[in-house]
């Protein structure tokens, strides 16, 4: 049992209580809180564990406020420079970089070469924060904090470390060392049983895995999170799910969420004023965090075909304009409402616009057209596709070889493939009747319209795979039968899918009595359950 005498109470005795509240045990740090207010040191230790009870979700009391932390004397160093610390990550989490720069500020200006190696390593990782916040950290010097970290057995900080890296890499576009690190950290947070960097990890996770184009995998990370996460990380938890899935989960009115779920659905409703406007919003709400501005800036361009992006994002443009067919950035998620028997994107082409492509995701286009050419079956869809080829070609057009390549997928032979090329060209000048035309100029085919044209592109859609584990993303447990009746694919089509899904380790399946449910799995994550506080 703890002693109840203040005077008994030191330095150490904090940062133990500090460290059995990270991994969930309550006692020490409440039993000292009610001790706490006979001294100026005291109190700046009541206060600090204060901020970190409500960082864990464990109480009523508002965190305390600079002003207050600042006011506080000098013998009261360590406590303030570990509270204003953890404003200024609460700050960054909330999206506003301006009040966490100014608690770092505070935690710096109470710091002295005086201070605990640990808490010095703590405060480079305030720094490693901010800078995270403006996509500038640096991978090498977090591996060296997570080193250093290591070597003082600071086994939150080494998490951290580890996490952030991963966000520093996945900024730089190295997605592949990203998710080697963002795995490792996770598993670390859950072996140390972290639940705050748990989060963190994980969240990072989810959002490698969807700018690899695994959204689906992202979303069920963060579904997960949304349950279990403290209120401090649910901002960015809920940002990472509405790009992941296209909704937001239950977000406060004020969450820039909130902002990217109304530009999906003024996409959907083809309403670009809104649009616009929803854009824009996430804009601001998301200023300080460059990362998340990109996230914004990125949805807005690959849904509206006449947003010119700020960014220099090569892959972005390139899938605009056709060089590339796979989305990149995850932006694919934005879509995951569309129907299944829609393609997720289309090309708007026209008299005097060049022809450019955007996620479409619903009935009518975002950007006014005079001929909205709904999307052939897909059986059909080939003629669809090389509509949209030669559009984006523009009036230099596409010799038969290459279109045929980049609708088939495989190097055109003439004495085998010009009859399905042939018919395949028939059946786009006869979608074209009244609209535009087919003509040859040199050795090549090019698509003139004569009205502007909304052109669906099926290529680059979601394949038939990962719609089946966008449905058991977020109905855990379906069998077979429910999957095939609410995706209207054939039963037969359904298992032989899954089956192969099993094999490759991309989802699980339980049996339930004759029968089998179906999970996706991260091959990382687990879920996360609420620190068994004591």
Same mark, same amino acid.
């Given at each position: 049992?703890?002693? &109840?005498?203040?005077?008994?109470?030191?330095?150490?005795?904090?940062?133990? !209580?500090?460290?059995?509240?990270?991994?969930?045990?309550?006692?020490?740090?409440?039993?000292?809180?009610?001790?706490?207010?006979?001294?100026?040191?005291?109190? %700046?230790?009541?206060?600090?564990?204060?901020?970190?009870?409500?960082?864990?979700?464990?109480?009523?009391?508002?965190?305390?406020?600079?002003?207050?932390?600042?006011?506080?004397?000098?013998? @009261?160093?360590?406590?303030?420079?570990?509270?204003?610390?953890?404003?200024?990550?609460?700050?960054?989490?909330?999206?506003?970089?301006?009040?966490?720069?100014? /608690?770092?500020?505070?935690?710096?200006?109470?710091?002295?070469?005086?201070?605990?190696?640990?808490?010095?390593?703590?405060?480079?990782?305030?720094?490693?924060?901010?800078?995270?916040?403006?996509?500038?950290? *640096?991978?090498?010097? =977090? %591996?060296? =904090?997570?080193?250093?970290?290591?070597?003082?057995?600071?086994?939150?900080?080494?998490?951290?470390? @580890?996490?952030?890296?991963?966000?520093?890499?996945?900024? +730089?576009? *190295?997605?592949?060392?990203?998710?080697?690190?963002?795995?490792?950290?996770?598993?670390?947070?859950?072996?140390?049983?972290?639940?705050?960097?748990?989060?963190?990890?994980?969240?990072?996770?989810?959002?490698?895995?969807?700018?690899? &184009?695994?959204?689906?995998?992202? !979303?069920?990370?963060?579904?997960?999170?949304?349950?279990?996460? +403290?209120?401090?990380? #649910?901002?960015?938890?809920?940002?990472?799910?509405? $790009?992941? !899935?296209?909704?937001?989960?239950?977000?406060?009115?004020?969450?820039?969420?909130?902002?990217?779920?109304?530009?999906?659905?003024?996409?959907?409703?083809?309403?670009?004023?809104?649009?616009?406007?929803?854009?824009?919003?996430?804009?601001?709400?998301?200023?300080?965090?460059?990362?998340?501005?990109?996230?914004?800036?990125?949805?807005?361009? @690959?849904?509206?075909?006449?947003?010119?992006?700020?960014?220099?994002?090569?892959? $972005? *443009?390139?899938?605009?304009?056709?060089?590339?067919?796979?989305?990149?950035? &995850?932006?694919?998620?934005?879509?995951?409402?569309?129907?299944?028997?829609?393609?997720?994107?289309?090309?708007?082409?026209?008299?005097?616009?060049?022809?450019?492509?955007?996620?479409?995701?619903?009935?009518?286009?975002?950007?006014?057209?005079?001929?909205?050419?709904?999307?052939?079956?897909? #059986?059909?869809?080939?003629?669809?596709?090389? =509509?949209?080829?030669?559009?984006?070609?523009?009036?230099?057009?596409?010799?038969?070889?290459?279109?045929?390549?980049?609708?088939?997928?495989?190097?055109?032979?003439?004495?085998?493939?010009?009859?399905?090329?042939?018919?395949?060209?028939?059946?786009?000048?006869?979608?074209?009747?009244?609209?535009?035309?087919?003509?040859?100029?040199?050795?090549? $085919?090019?698509?003139?319209?004569?009205?502007?044209? +909304?052109?669906?592109?099926?290529?680059?859609?979601?394949?038939?795979?990962?719609?089946? =584990?966008?449905?058991?993303?977020?109905? /855990?447990?379906?069998?077979?039968?429910?999957?095939?009746? %609410?995706?209207?694919?054939?039963?037969?089509?359904?298992?032989?899918?899954?089956?192969?899904?099993?094999?490759?380790?991309?989802?699980?399946?339980? #049996?339930?009595?004759?029968?089998?449910?179906?999970?996706?799995?991260?091959?990382?994550?687990?879920?996360?359950?609420?620190?068994?506080?004591?």
């Amino acid at each position: 049992m703890l002693l &109840g005498v203040s005077a008994l109470f030191d330095d150490s005795r904090a940062l133990a !209580a500090l460290l059995a509240l990270s991994t969930g045990d309550t006692r020490p740090i409440l039993q000292y809180r009610t001790i706490l207010t006979d001294t100026e040191v005291g109190r %700046a230790w009541a206060l600090c564990f204060d901020a970190h009870l409500h960082a864990c979700g464990l109480s009523d009391t508002k965190p305390p406020s600079l002003d207050t932390l600042s006011q506080l004397g000098a013998r @009261a160093t360590l406590p303030v420079v570990l509270a204003a610390l953890q404003a200024s990550l609460r700050a960054t989490l909330a999206f506003d970089r301006s009040q966490a720069v100014q /608690a770092y500020a505070v935690a710096q200006r109470f710091a002295s070469s005086a201070l605990r190696e640990d808490v010095q390593l703590r405060l480079r990782l305030g720094a490693h924060w901010l800078s995270a916040s403006t996509s500038h950290a *640096n991978p090498d010097a =977090l %591996a060296t =904090l997570e080193h250093e970290a290591l070597a003082a057995g600071l086994a939150d900080v080494v998490v951290d470390a @580890a996490a952030l890296r991963a966000l520093a890499l996945v900024e +730089s576009g *190295n997605l592949e060392h990203a998710l080697e690190h963002a795995r490792r950290a996770s598993r670390m947070a859950r072996t140390e049983s972290l639940p705050q960097q748990e989060y963190l990890a994980n969240i990072v996770l989810a959002r490698v895995r969807r700018l690899s &184009g695994r959204p689906y995998l992202a !979303a069920h990370i963060l579904e997960a999170l949304s349950r279990f996460a +403290s209120p401090m990380w #649910r901002r960015w938890v809920h940002w990472e799910h509405v $790009l992941a !899935a296209g909704a937001s989960i239950e977000a406060p009115a004020d969450a820039p969420s909130r902002a990217i779920a109304s530009m999906v659905a003024a996409a959907t409703a083809g309403d670009r004023e809104q649009l616009v406007r929803a854009a824009e919003l996430a804009t601001e709400l998301t200023s300080s965090i460059t990362f998340a501005q990109q996230d914004a800036l990125r949805a807005r361009a @690959a849904l509206d075909v006449d947003f010119d992006t700020p960014l220099s994002e090569m892959l $972005l *443009n390139d899938w605009r304009a056709g060089a590339t067919d796979d989305p990149p950035f &995850g932006v694919l998620g934005l879509a995951s409402g569309v129907g299944n028997d829609r393609p997720r994107a289309h090309v708007l082409v026209g008299p005097k616009r060049l022809g450019r492509r955007a996620l479409r995701l619903g009935a009518t286009p975002v950007v006014p057209c005079d001929v909205d050419l709904k999307p052939l079956q897909r #059986r059909e869809s080939r003629t669809d596709a090389v =509509l949209a080829v030669l559009a984006l070609a523009g009036k230099h057009g596409e010799q038969e070889a290459t279109l045929f390549a980049k609708v088939w997928g495989f190097p055109f032979e003439p004495t085998r493939h010009q009859d399905v090329l042939n018919m395949a060209l028939s059946r786009a000048r006869a979608r074209l009747v009244g609209c535009g035309k087919l003509q040859r100029a040199s050795s090549s $085919l090019v698509l003139v319209p004569e009205l502007t044209l +909304s052109i669906p592109d099926p290529r680059g859609s979601s394949p038939a795979d990962d719609r089946l =584990l966008w449905f058991l993303a977020r109905h /855990a447990g379906a069998s077979a039968a429910q999957t095939a009746t %609410a995706l209207g694919v054939p039963l037969r089509t359904v298992q032989g899918s899954l089956k192969a899904l099993v094999d490759e380790g991309l989802c699980a399946s339980r #049996r339930q009595g004759r029968g089998a449910e179906y999970y996706v799995e991260d091959t990382t994550f687990q879920e996360p359950t609420r620190p068994g506080l004591r």
